[in-house]
T-cell receptor, first 114, second 115 residues
Framework: AQSVAQPEDQVNVAEGNPLTVKCTYSVSGNPYLFWYVQYPNRGLQFLLKYITGDNLVKGSYGFEAEFNKSQTSFHLKKPSALVSDSALYFCAVRDSTGRRALTFGSGTRLQVQP | DARVTQTPRHKVTEMGQEVTMRCQPILGHNTVFWYRQTMMQGLELLAYFRNRAPLDDSGMPKDRFSAEMPDATLATLKIQPSEPRDSAVYFC?????????????FGSGTRLTVV
């Protein structure tokens, strides 16, 4: 069975500073990895995905994620945080058995202070 | 932009009542998922369908939950009878799953409160 760990419940960062939200995964076979963001009282919005290819994946709203196979990590990054980036972020891995359902991490709340 | 539509957005019901949540997937998407979100458990997969056929509902309490896709434009999740522990936000997501596409779009969710 696949799993995702987000070790930080909350990340605090000052506006304009770089941010990192951590994610590690466990999966048999090739990992298909995703990041989603959830704003209050809203559904999940897709940010980016890694399927194959370059280890640095660029996504929406200036976010990017770095895939590291040896460390089984897929950390979300942004060079300069905005207050509007404050939200709940979920890392997810696609099922490797072919079901193609996503298994989500527990989520990390990002708080960007002005 | 195409979107997944879920109704109702909010539902408050008494314990023991039947609850039906509806989802209209994006036209042309061949896969539909139901997820439940709670503070304690996070996001849990309840069931999913491919081309309207149920492929996995192992995450769903079978005695009270049922999920169906009567046609390509409607997916339903029913709880009968409802219990306070069912209080959660229920999300539907749809996607066109092919060899080269892995994107899923989530609806805004149904916030269920069972009192």
């Amino acid at each position: 069975a696949q799993s995702v760990a987000q070790p930080e419940d909350q990340v605090n960062v000052a506006e304009g500073n770089p941010l990192t939200v951590k994610c590690t995964y466990s999966v048999s076979g090739n990992p298909y990895l995703f990041w989603y963001v959830q704003y209050p009282n809203r559904g999940l919005q897709f940010l980016l995905k890694y399927i194959t290819g370059d280890n640095l994946v660029k996504g929406s709203y200036g976010f990017e994620a770095e895939f590291n196979k040896s460390q089984t990590s897929f950390h979300l990054k942004k060079p300069s945080a905005l207050v509007s980036d404050s939200a709940l972020y979920f890392c997810a891995v696609r099922d490797s058995t072919g079901r193609r359902a996503l298994t989500f991490g527990s989520g990390t709340r990002l708080q960007v202070q002005p | 932009d195409a979107r997944v539509t879920q109704t109702p957005r909010h539902k408050v019901t008494e314990m023991g009542q039947e609850v039906t949540m509806r989802c209209q997937p994006i036209l042309g998407h061949n896969t539909v998922f139901w997820y439940r979100q709670t503070m304690m458990q996070g996001l849990e997969l309840l069931a999913y369908f491919r081309n309207r056929a149920p492929l996995d509902d192992s995450g769903m309490p079978k005695d009270r939950f049922s999920a169906e896709m009567p046609d390509a434009t409607l997916a339903t999740l029913k709880i009968q009878p409802s219990e306070p522990r069912d209080s959660a936000v229920y999300f539907c997501a749809s996607g066109l799953v092919t060899a080269s596409n892995y994107g899923y779009t989530f609806g805004s969710g149904t916030r269920l409160t069972v009192v």
